[in-house]
């Protein structure tokens, strides 16, 4: 009996791993800078609600990360093996490391968004959750609309250059 709940445990943990976060969220923001999660994602999250979170600054945009620890440490990871005695490397490690916060998701299902990155990512109220696989996207929600609104291409354009190159036929 012992045996296969530790197998369970395994298995769970194994599960967990490959979880890809779906759908878009449109919610607000308190005057504290609690997020209200919405209920699909807080079930989504739930796997991870004994867990931090971390919230950082999105290297290309401008929006905040929300990373479930074990993904992060694995991001963390990789970042931290570049080399520090390069100068673009530090610019980088330092540039990626900026404003990350570890938060927590309350007994509400609240997240506490630090005034810093609110500031940079120029949220004050209305806001867009998007899921992007194993990160989570946190938007102005006017920001979010106009980046979607103009890719520069069509999203069949972007798509075709993306994607056109992937054999699908041995998935």
């Known amino acids: 009996m012992f045996f296969c709940a530790k197998i369970c445990v395994h298995l769970q943990k194994f599960f967990i791993a490959m979880v890809d976060f779906i759908e878009s ?12 999660v919405p209920v699909s994602l807080k079930r989504q999250l739930l796997p991870f609600a ?3 979170f971390v919230v950082k600054r999105s290297v290309h945009e401008t929006c905040l990360e929300l990373y479930v620890m074990d993904e992060w440490n694995k991001l963390r990871m990789k970042v931290s093996n570049l080399n520090p005695f390069k100068k673009k490397h530090a610019e980088f490690i330092r540039n990626f490391f900026a404003g990350v916060k570890e938060v927590e998701m309350d007994s509400t299902g609240r997240i506490l968004i630090a005034k810093d990155l609110l500031a940079y990512s120029g949220i004050s109220k209305d806001v867009t959750i998007a899921s992007v696989g194993k990160k989570i996207e946190i938007w102005d ?3 979010y609309e106009s980046k979607i609104a103009d890719t520069g291409t069509t999203f069949g354009e ?3 250059e993306v994607m056109g190159e992937i054999d699908f036929s041995q998935d």
């Open 25 to 36: 969220y449109d919610c607000t923001i308190d005057n504290k800078g609690r997020i209200i």
């Open 50 to 52: 004994d867990k931090k």
């Open 141 to 143: 929600k006017a920001s």
């Open 158 to 160: 972007l798509a075709e």
